[in-house]
């Protein structure tokens, strides 16, 4: 017992050595009435007003005068607080807000999905692993410690936060890695390598150079490096004044230094040598003024040119005579169909007989051919340069205009042609509900088991598409009434098809023909075609075709309809004014203004079924389509592998492999940012509220 | 004197081994080869006709259940296993490759209603007509051992459709509320309900793996998310949805198969117009599932046709069918994205090739590149009239065929009644509107 009582009064001292002198509080309860002597429940139900709180604070001093005017206005004003809303309001609201943010967050997905959507190819699965040895901290990540010692070092080690599992990274290297995401860190090391591989492409180049021996290479070289530096000091002379006069300065010091060696004053040993052989050798000769024009340029004093100069050399170097650019007039003057161009007599062919011509071609053909020659070039000059012409050519043209109109008229027509093509083919576009077309199935009850009966599908449907094309043939034929159909313009198999044909060109020997010899070749011409008159042939057969192709004046006059009748009456002009029906005419023949080709504007029906009927969906014109089909993607044109690049597929996936749907970390870097960011403030709200507990 | 050596490294002409090919020097002189466009027509003329000769969808037909296939779902980790769960409580698991069902469990009284898989791959939930979930083990219970659920909870409702969670152990529920489970409650942590309806379907985002979708039996779709405390909005179409699917790769796309015969694909984004139509089914569409790799889809029909769709486009690629194949309740891609899974009434789960024409198995190198050339060149060539015809040919029972032509002289005739009621009246007064937009009625929020 006295044991105890010594613990316990030993205790009590403890208790009181901890607490010696705490002060001991006033307990204080809330109450109206507030006695010095007891506590009293008194006036705990009545409630506080805010007219018991403002009259003690108009008492106390420290209360700054703007709460107090605050609370004055309060208690003055009489309005009640508005109700709340109704629940079906706030939900509304709420799932607004949801809403919004969800879509936004959804939202950050756009560029990976169109960035997908564009990929030429896709390898699924997306985030594969290296298949490559893993390391050795990987492998045994799932590896616990159990003995006390072991505890005690990872103990140690977490409170350093040193890695445990994966001693390769600690986690702050690990937030580091994920600040960059996956694609960046691709990108970045994509550039990196190819930083590398420049720099090692332009050493190992610069040592090629340095290696090499031969002095007229580095001669060259040194010449271009002039050149170049002439260039730039030209830019900088505009641009940085102060770098270029430094540049002067550094010229100046090598004009001086020339001026002060005999370096290139042919008085070496090399030059003396030379000097003895300049007399009989060329070369050395050369080599010699070389060295010479060397000097004088290293000598010369540097003047900054003005620009009229500049104009003035420009203007020397157009004036080069034009025969140095003529290409080498290459024809048999003799046989009239081996000319490429047409001579301008011809659009008036058609009135001519074929003998005529030819007479009157033999007598001044030679002169003309010359002459049409260099109108030709002059043309093409004109042409490549769309300069106005000079007042010597101004003169030649009124001669040649005739020719030179014809040919703009040809290339003019080729252009509108095309720009027709485009048109039209851009209406075909418009026509709504096409694209859903293309994509149904035909879906029939035949079932297919054979390439046979395949071939026999073909035939099944081909009398439809046969049926097509004849029907503007007959229109043609009849040649009434409505401008075929255009609207739905033909891919001409011929540029579908085929590859271009290419024109050509062997170089004939410019020949030199006696005058004799040409009158031999002529007679022997003409005795070959004397029973067969081409040209006219052509001509008839062409008028004929265009005669065809004309609207017809239809007559549906009724003799005796509303009026006498009989043999020897006329139908009244009212009548005939009125039903005679003129249709409006085709659109021009291609070959309208190609005197000497006819154009078959018909469809082909056995091929026609092979053709693609409007312009398919994504392609702007004719002329991209027909690109598109022209480019061979198979291994008989093309090399290894342009065709395994030509025809890799869109999406591939690995064998036996599952393909996980995307993951959000792998893909959008921002959202660990924003996951840390809501933890952090979860923990800080969490602290915050602990601490008010505490308080 | 400079004398000039012919030398030849005989790395250019020597073979490694024997059995290597022999190299051929090949000459690219575009005019020793002609007529390329016409050739590589021929080529994909014969390509596209080979494609359809080859085109044998059907691998194998699995049979076992004694009443109609009410749902199927693929093992999370293995390729070769599926779960499928019939109109008379039973669930049974199937080795793909065998051919051959592994185990049979009676897990409900009455229909099993849906079937999930954990994303680990230990475990599968079922829900079914008699208000249960329960939870297997994935491993079959040894010899003798009855089968039991892990975890069996009994709700107050019955449960008509079940999807886990991407990653966390929770699942969701839909009934007459759409319900949040944690594996480790027996009861939800959270539900939404929004006005009284019952839910036939609900899917959690895959991508977005906490946003949740489900069809209402009000005509509307719903969005959710799991951190909000509403529903987010809902869209209300002509005529119900049946089942949904969102797109494993493009987090805000997901698709919705109704009953008014088409597939609406919808940007969550915007929902007052879906982003495509896709019609070409013949009768109420009842499953739709995705591709693994995002890019098309399969539906399942009351019409007894599965149909292949492009994401984007209005048309089907492909329809699938067969004899004995009645209406199709659900459907499923694989997650080797090579094959296709269905179920049907007539008590028959079928597995198609997702592409027909495709030779199943491993491919030597050349093979493959033939393959990738006539794919290419078909396409090239798609819009050639012959090309297309034939690529494009199916052969479709005689029954479908007929309904289809009725339903495109109706709606024909449906197009002409509007044009003449617009002709007739007052201009402006009878907007135009396209088929998008024809079928939504309206987007709640």
């Known amino acids: 017992m006295q044991n105890e009582n010594l613990v316990q009064i030993s205790f009590f001292n403890q208790l009181m050595l901890v607490h010696p002198r705490k002060k001991q509080n006033e307990r204080s309860e809330a109450s109206v009435q507030v006695s010095e002597y007891f506590v009293n429940a008194e006036g705990t139900g009545d409630k506080v007003n805010l007219s018991d709180l403002l009259g003690t604070v108009e008492k106390t001093s420290g209360a700054s005068n703007k709460t107090k005017k605050q609370l004055r206005n309060l208690q003055s004003s009489k309005e009640t607080l508005e109700l709340p809303l109704n629940k079906q309001q706030t939900e509304k609201i709420q799932r607004g807000i949801a809403y919004e943010k969800t879509t936004a967050e959804v939202s950050c997905w756009k560029n990976i999905i169109l960035q997908n959507q564009k990929a030429e190819q896709m390898v699924f699965p997306l985030n594969q692993e290296s298949s490559g040895p893993k390391r050795v901290e990987q492998v045994v990540a799932g590896w616990k410690v159990q003995t006390p010692l072991e505890q005690e070092i990872f103990r140690l080690l977490h409170g350093s936060r040193q890695p445990v599992n994966d001693p390769v990274l600690t986690p702050v290297e690990e937030q580091s890695l994920k600040a960059m995401s996956l694609e960046e860190a691709k990108i970045r090391r994509a550039e990196l390598q190819k930083a590398r591989a420049l720099q090692s492409y332009y050493e190992a180049k610069a040592k090629r150079e340095k290696k090499i021996k031969s002095k007229k290479y580095h001669k060259v070289q040194n010449k271009a490096k002039r050149k170049d530096f002439l260039k730039q000091f030209d830019e900088m002379v505009k641009t940085n004044p102060e770098g270029a006069l430094e540049e002067l300065k550094k010229m100046e010091l090598s004009r001086m230094e020339e001026r002060m060696s005999l370096k290139h004053q042919n008085s070496g040993k090399w030059a003396k040598s030379k000097a003895i052989m300049a007399k009989y050798d060329d070369s050395a000769r050369k080599a010699m003024q070389e060295q010479l024009q060397m000097n004088k340029d290293l000598t010369q004093k540097m003047v900054v040119p003005s620009d009229d100069e500049h104009e003035s050399i420009e203007e020397g170097l157009e004036t080069v005579p034009d025969f140095v650019n003529d290409p080498e007039t290459v024809i048999d003057p003799v046989n009239p169909w081996m000319r490429g161009q047409l001579t301008h007599e011809e659009p008036e062919v058609s009135c001519v007989t074929a003998e005529e011509v030819q007479t009157a071609e033999e007598e001044n053909e030679e002169e003309e051919i010359i002459g049409e020659f260099e109108r030709k070039r002059k043309l093409r000059q004109a042409d490549e340069e769309d300069l106005i012409p000079t007042e010597e050519e101004q003169e030649e043209e009124d001669e040649e205009e005739d020719v030179s109109e014809f040919n703009t008229l040809f290339r003019l027509m080729r252009s509108e042609k095309t720009r027709e093509g485009s048109n039209q083919t851009r209406g075909g576009l418009n026509t709504a509900g096409e694209e859903d077309e293309e994509g149904l199935l035909s879906e029939g009850q035949i079932r297919v088991r054979s390439i046979e009966d395949l071939e026999v599908l073909d035939e099944v449907v081909e009398p439809r598409a046969i049926e097509e094309p004849s029907a503007p043939q007959t229109a043609a034929a009849e040649a009434t009434s409505e401008p075929p159909h255009k609207k739905k313009r033909e891919i001409n198999l011929k540029e579908v098809l085929t590859k271009e044909a290419k024109a050509v060109r062997l170089p004939f020997l410019p020949t030199v023909v006696d005058e004799e010899e040409r009158d031999e070749q002529i007679s022997i011409i003409k005795e070959a075609f004397a029973g067969d008159d081409v040209i006219s042939d052509f001509i008839k057969d062409k008028s004929r075709q265009e005669a065809a192709g004309r609207p017809a004046v239809v007559d549906l006059t009724l003799p005796g309809w509303g009026e006498w009748g009989g043999v020897g009456l006329k139908p009244p002009r009212w009548k005939r004014k009125r039903f005679r029906i003129k249709t409006a005419p085709p659109p021009p023949r291609q070959d309208q203004k190609l005197p000497d080709v006819i154009i078959s504007e018909k469809r082909t029906a056995s091929v026609a079924s092979h053709q693609v009927s409007q312009l398919p969906f994504p392609f702007q014109n004719t002329a991209q389509f027909e690109s598109s089909i022209r480019t061979p993607i198979g291994s008989t044109w093309n090399t290894q592998t342009v065709v395994k690049n030509m025809t890799k597929p869109k999406v591939v996936t690995k064998l036996g492999a599952i393909i996980e749907p995307m993951v959000k970390e792998d893909f959008i870097k921002s959202y660990y940012t924003l996951v840390t960011l809501k933890k952090y403030c979860y923990i800080s709200c969490l602290c915050s509220w602990y601490c008010g507990v505490a308080c | ?445």
Not at chain 2, 318 to 323: A, D
Not at chain 2, 341 to 355: F, P
């Open chain 2, 1 to 445: 004197m400079k004398v000039k050596v012919l030398c030849r490294n005989p790395d250019d002409y020597v073979r490694e081994t024997t059995r290597d090919i022999q190299r051929v020097p090949r000459n690219y002189d575009p005019t020793l080869h002609p007529f390329e466009v016409p050739r590589e027509y021929t080529r994909a003329l014969n390509a596209t006709k080979l494609e359809r000769v080859f085109a044998k969808p059907f691998v194998a037909s699995l049979d076992g259940h004694r009443d109609g296939i009410s749902c199927i779902t693929k093992h999370a980790k293995s390729l070769s296993t599926i779960i499928s769960g019939a109109c008379d409580g039973e669930v049974k698991v199937w080795n793909l490759p065998r051919q051959e069902c592994l185990r049979t469990v009676q897990a409900h009284e009455g229909f099993v209603r849906g079937i999930c898989s954990r994303f680990c791959g230990t475990s599968f939930f079922t829900v079914g007509d008699d208000k249960t979930i329960k939870q297997w083990n994935w491993e079959a219970p040894g010899y003798g051992v009855r089968e039991e659920p892990i975890n069996t909870i009994l709700g107050k409702a019955v449960f008509t459709g079940i999807d886990h969670h991407q990653r966390e152990g929770t699942f969701v529920t839909c009934g007459q509320t759409v319900d949040i489970w944690d594996e480790q409650r027996s009861s939800p942590i959270r539900s939404f309900s929004w006005g009284v309806d019952s839910f036939s379907c609900v899917r959690y985002n895959p991508v977005e793996t906490e946003l949740l979708a489900s069809c209402a039996s009000d005509r509307s779709v719903v969005l959710y998310d799991t951190r909000e405390s509403a529903p987010l909005r809902k869209v209300i179409m002509q005529l119900r949805s049946n089942t949904l699917c969102w797109n494993p790769m493009e987090a805000y796309y997901f698709t919705c198969a109704n009953e008014d015969y088409n597939l609406y694909t919808y940007d969550i984004r915007h929902l007052d117009v879906p982003v495509t139509v896709h019609m070409d089914h013949v009768s109420a569409v009842l499953d739709v599932d995705y591709s693994p790799t995002g890019r098309e889809f399969v539906s399942a029909s009351f019409d007894k046709t599965i149909r292949i769709f492009p994401k984007d486009k209005g048309h089907s690629r492909e329809v699938y069918h067969t004899k004995r194949m009645q209406h199709v309740i659900c459907v499923r891609w694989s997650a080797d994205n090579k094959y296709v899974l269905s179920g049907s009434d007539e008590m028959n789960i079928r597995l198609w090739k997702a592409n027909a024409s495709e030779k199943l198995g491993l491919l030597s190198a050349r093979e493959k590149a033939a393959t990738h050339y006539n794919k290419k060149l078909i396409e090239k060539f798609q819009h050639h009239p012959q090309v297309r015809r034939i690529a494009r040919h199916r052969h479709l029972p005689g029954d479908i065929l007929k309904q289809k032509r009725e339903l495109r002289e109706m709606r024909e005739a449906r197009r002409r009644k509007e044009q003449n009621v617009r002709k007739h009246s007052k201009p402006g007064s009878v907007p135009l509107l396209t088929e998008k937009e024809k079928h939504v009625v309206a987007v709640v929020e």
